[in-house]
C-alpha cells in the first residue's frame, strides 16, 4: 500500500540511512475547490438564528474544507491543510473542535473557525486511520479506528492539556501545520518556535484491544459510554470506551461492515457491510432484530433521523435509500454518477459525498421523512440480500423520488492517468472529465489544455527522442500530480541553458533540474527566511553569500559545488512556480513526522530541521550531494575507408548531455588548426570548452562559438558523426546516441567521416 514521506532512520547511525524524500503536490486554480473523492462530512449548526451554518469535507486529496452555507450557496471560507495523505473522516467535538484523522496515520485537531491552523498532530497508530466516533455530550472522548485492528479512545482534554508555560503560544507555533507530538505525547515549543515532540508528558490513549484486522466503522452513544466497531472480521464489537473492555460480539453480516450507527441512549445499532445488506441489533438483547435488503452492492454509509425511526443509506450502487426501520417500507430518494461515501442529514436536506469531488445537497425530510413515502414508489425490503439483486435482474428497479439535487459543491477533475514524457520536464495527464492536459513540472503549470482527446494518441504525438535521467518520480493519489524528489537521484539530470531558453545565461551552462526547482519552490521561504533574519549573515547554518557559500562549500568534504554562484538566488523563468495556485509541499526533517504546506505560506519562521538537510544544502548552501558517474564514456574511429584520420587518447569521456555538433568540432580541430586547441583533459575528458560549462571564446577556425550560426553550419569541411552506420543529427546527445542508436551496455562507439561535395 502507497505511503508517503519516508521515515528514514534518525538515530546517529553509522549505517547508511534513506533520507528524507521532499514531495510537491501541483494544486489546481482553484484551490477552493477538492480535486478527489470525499471521504467525510461534519455539520456545524450556528447557535444564533442569524449565525452562517457549515458544512465540513475531508477528501482524498489530503485537505478538509469549511462551507460556509447559504440558502442556496455554499462558500468556501477556509483550507485546512496539514495532512499529507487522505483525509478519511472527520468528526466535530463541543462544536469548538474539529478532529481528522489519515492515511497518513495521524489525527489532527483544528479550530473549526480558525483559517486553517492544526493545534495538534496526535500519533499512536501504526497504519492508516480510517475511522473516527465522538460522543455528542461527551465533549472530550473520541475514538479512532484503523488499519490492523487499532481502535483507541482518547481524552482530548489530557491528550492536548498545555505542558510548558510557554505552550500559551502553542496555537501560534502550531500555525504551520507542521509540528505535532510524537505518540500524543505534548509539545515543548523552543527560542525558534518550532515544536519538537517531548517525552516528559506521555498521554497514551486507551487502546481497545480485540480486533485482528481492519476497522472501517465506529459509533459512540451520546454520553460516551459505549463504543460500536465493525471492519474485515464482519462482526460488530462493542466496547465500554472508559476501560477499554469488550463487551459483546455480534455476528450476522457475511462481510465487511463499513458503516455503523448508534442511537443517543445505545440501545440500537445500525450496520452497513459489503454484504448489501442493513442490520438493526438489539444491544440489551444481543441479537439482530431486523435486516434490510434495499441496496444491490456494498453499503457504505449510513445517516438516521434524530428519533432513529428511519435510515438513509448510500453505497457502491450509486444509490441513496429512505428505509422506515418499524413497517421495512423503502424508497430510493436519488441515483448519482458515483459510489457514496458519506451522509450528513442537515434537518429536511441530505448532504451527500462520493467518490467524485463534488458534494451535493438532496431532499430529505427528515423532520418529517412520511412525507417522501405519500409521494408513492416506495417497497417493502426484504430481509435477505439476494432478494434485491433478483428483483433488480427482474428489471423492476425503484424509480427515484428527486431527479436533481437542490444545490451542489462542484470540485474539480481529479487527475486518474499520467505520463512522464521523455524530456523528463512535461507529464501527460488525463482526469476523470477526459480533459487530456500538458504540465510543465519544473514550475507547476499546465502548458497545453488538449480538451478530449485520446490520452494515448496524444502520448504518441508527443514523443522525443530524448534520453534523460529520471530524477523525479509522479503519482496521483491525491486526485493532482505528486511529484517525489529523492537524493541523490533527483540530481542526476542537467540541461544546457539554451535548451531551457534562459535569456542572459551563457547558453553552454549546464543547469541541473532539481536544484533549479528546489530554488524555485522554496524561494518565498528563503526571502522571508533573509527578512527575519537579516540577509547574507555568516551564522551557522545561515544564509550565505555566493562566495561565502563557494568557499565553504569546497570544504566539504563529500559534497560537489554546482556551477557557478553569480546568479545563485536566481529563479529562471522555467522554475518560476505560480503564486495564483502554488504547489503544496509534503516532507520531513529530522524531527516531528511529515508535513504538509503550500510553499506561499512558508513564512520563514521553520526550523531548518524541518527540512531534509540534502534541500538545505542545495538551496542555502549551493551544495550538491555525490551523484552517480554523468559521463558518458566513448570511442571516436575515423569510418571504415577514411582517409583522414586524427590522433585520440583511446577512450573519450564527456557529460552524457553533450551534443554531437560538440563531437564534430573536435574532430574539425584536429583536423584543421595548425596547433590544434588542447580539447582533452588528462584523462581523455572534454575539457569545458567543449563539456559545456563555461565557453570561453575559442575560434574553430575563423568562426567564433558565440557567433550567430552554429558552428557546423559554417565550417568546411562538413563532418558527419556516425553510430551503427546511422548518420548522426548534430542536435542529439551522447545520452541519446547510447539509448536510440547505440542500444548496449558497453561503451559507445562513433564514428566521424568527411562529406564530400558540400
Not at 449 to 457: H, P, T, W
Not at 510 to 524: I, P, Q, S, W
Request: net charge neutral.
Amino acid at each position: 500500500m502507497h505511503r508517503v514521506g519516508s521515515a528514514g532512520n534518525t538515530n546517529n547511525s553509522v549505517r547508511p540511512r534513506k533520507e528524507k524524500r521532499l514531495t510537491y503536490v501541483l494544486n489546481d486554480s482553484d484551490y477552493t475547490k477538492h480535486c478527489a473523492g470525499i471521504n467525510c462530512l461534519a455539520l456545524l449548526k450556528s447557535s444564533v438564528s442569524d449565525g452562517s451554518d457549515y458544512l465540513f469535507t475531508g477528501s482524498r486529496d489530503g485537505t478538509l474544507k469549511r462551507w460556509t452555507l447559504a440558502e442556496d450557496a455554499a462558500t468556501c471560507s477556509t483550507t485546512f491543510e496539514s495532512h499529507v495523505d487522505w483525509v478519511n473522516d472527520s468528526v466535530l467535538v463541543d462544536n469548538n473542535k474539529l478532529v481528522s484523522c489519515s492515511s497518513d496515520t495521524t489525527l489532527k485537531t483544528w479550530n473549526p473557525l480558525s483559517d486553517g491552523t492544526c493545534t495538534r498532530t496526535l500519533r499512536q497508530h501504526s497504519d492508516y486511520v480510517t475511522c473516527l466516533a465522538a460522543a455528542e455530550k461527551n465533549s472530550t472522548v473520541v475514538a479512532s479506528g484503523g488499519l490492523g485492528g487499532e481502535v483507541f479512545i482518547w481524552d482530548l482534554e489530557a491528550a492536548l492539556s498545555p505542558v510548558s508555560k510557554c505552550n500559551d503560544a502553542m496555537d501560534d507555533s502550531c500555525s504551520n501545520g507542521i509540528h505535532g507530538s510524537g505518540s500524543s505525547q505534548p509539545i515543548n515549543i523552543s527560542s525558534n518556535t518550532s515544536l519538537h515532540s517531548s517525552q516528559s508528558h506521555g498521554y497514551i490513549p486507551i487502546a481497545a484491544k480485540g480486533h485482528k484486522e481492519s476497522v472501517y466503522a465506529l459509533a459512540m452513544n451520546d454520553s460516551g459510554t459505549l463504543l460500536v466497531s465493525g471492519g474485515t472480521e464482519k462482526v460488530v464489537r462493542v466496547w465500554d470506551p472508559r476501560s477499554g473492555s469488550k463487551t459483546m460480539k455480534l455476528r450476522g453480516h457475511t462481510d465487511n461492515i463499513r458503516a455503523l450507527l448508534l442511537d443517543s441512549t445505545g440501545r440500537f445499532c445500525l450496520s452497513g457491510s459489503s454484504d448489501s445488506m442493513i442490520r438493526l441489533w438489539d444491544l440489551g438483547q444481543q441479537r439482530c432484530v431486523h435486516s434490510y435488503a434495499v441496496h444491490t452492492d456494498s453499503v457504505w454509509a449510513l445517516a438516521s433521523t434524530p428519533a432513529f425511526s428511519h435510515v438513509y443509506s448510500g453505497g457502491r450502487d450509486f444509490s441513496l435509500y429512505l428505509t422506515d426501520l418499524q413497517t421495512r417500507e423503502s424508497v430510493l430518494l436519488c441515483t448519482g454518477e458515483n459510489p457514496i461515501l458519506q451522509l450528513a442529514l442537515d434537518d429536511d436536506t441530505i448532504w451527500v459525498a462520493s467518490t467524485d469531488s463534488s458534494v451535493h445537497r438532496w431532499p430529505a425530510e427528515g423532520c418529517n421523512p412520511q412525507k417522501i413515502f405519500q409521494r408513492g414508489n416506495s417497497f417493502l425490503a426484504g430481509n435477505l440480500s439476494f432478494s434485491r439483486a433478483r428483483v433488480s435482474l427482474e428489471g423492476s428497479t425503484p424509480v427515484p423520488v428527486y431527479k436533481e439535487p437542490t444545490l451542489t459543491i462542484p470540485g474539480t477533475p481529479g487527475i486518474v492517468q499520467h505520463e512522464v514524457l521523455n524530456n523528463r520536464r512535461h507529464v501527460l495527464t488525463k482526469d476523470t472529465a477526459g480533459s487530456v492536459k500538458l504540465w510543465e513540472i519544473t514550475r507547476g503549470a499546465v502548458i497545453e489544455d488538449y480538451g478530449k482527446v485520446s490520452f494515448e494518441e496524444k502520448k504518441q504525438e508527443l514523443f522525443e527522442m530524448v534520453s534523460i535521467p529520471a530524477w523525479f518520480t509522479v503519482d496521483t493519489r491525491l486526485g493532482s500530480l505528486s511529484v517525489h524528489l529523492d537524493t541523490p537521484q533527483c540530481f542526476s539530470a542537467e540541461m544546457y541553458s539554451a535548451d531551457l531558453n534562459i535569456v542572459g545565461k551563457p547558453e553552454d551552462d549546464k543547469v541541473n533540474l532539481a536544484r533549479e526547482t528546489l530554488k524555485g519552490l522554496l524561494a518565498h521561504w528563503v526571502m522571508r527566511r533573509k527578512q527575519r533574519m537579516g540577509s547574507h549573515t555568516s551564522a551557522n547554518g545561515e544564509l550565505l553569500s555566493g562566495k561565502e557559500m563557494t568557499t565553504r562549500s569546497l570544504t566539504h568534504s563529500r559534497i560537489e559545488v554546482d556551477g557557478s554562484t553569480e546568479n545563485d538566488s536566481m529563479v529562471y523563468p522555467p522554475f518560476d512556480f505560480s503564486v495564483a495556485s502554488p504547489p503544496s509541499i509534503i516532507t520531513e526533517g529530522s524531527q516531528g513526522g511529515p508535513w504538509r504546506k503550500r510553499i506561499t505560506d512558508l513564512d520563514g519562521t521553520e526550523d531548518d530541521k524541518d527540512f531534509p538537510s540534502w534541500c538545505l544544502d542545495c538551496v542555502l548552501h549551493n551544495r550538491l550531494p555525490p551523484r552517480e558517474n554523468t559521463k558518458c564514456s566513448f570511442y571516436l574511429h575515423p569510418c571504415e575507408g577514411s582517409s583522414i584520420q586524427i590522433l585520440t587518447q583511446g577512450k573519450l569521456s564527456a557529460p552524457r548531455i553533450l551534443r554531437i555538433h560538440k563531437v564534430i568540432n573536435y574532430v574539425l580541430e584536429k583536423m584543421v588548426l595548425d596547433k590544434p586547441l588542447d580539447s582533452l583533459n588528462a584523462e581523455g575528458s572534454f575539457a569545458p570548452g567543449f563539456a559545456g560549462s563555461q565557453l570561453q571564446h575559442q575560434a574553430v577556425g575563423d568562426v567564433s562559438f558565440r557567433s550567430g550560426l552554429k558552428p557546423w553550419q559554417k565550417l568546411r569541411p562538413s563532418i558527419e558523426i556516425l553510430c551503427n552506420n546511422q548518420v548522426l543529427s548534430p542536435d542529439m546527445s551522447l545520452a541519446t546516441v547510447r539509448a536510440y542508436v547505440w542500444k548496449k551496455t558497453d561503451d559507445l562507439v562513433l564514428n566521424y567521416r568527411v562529406v564530400q561535395g558540400r
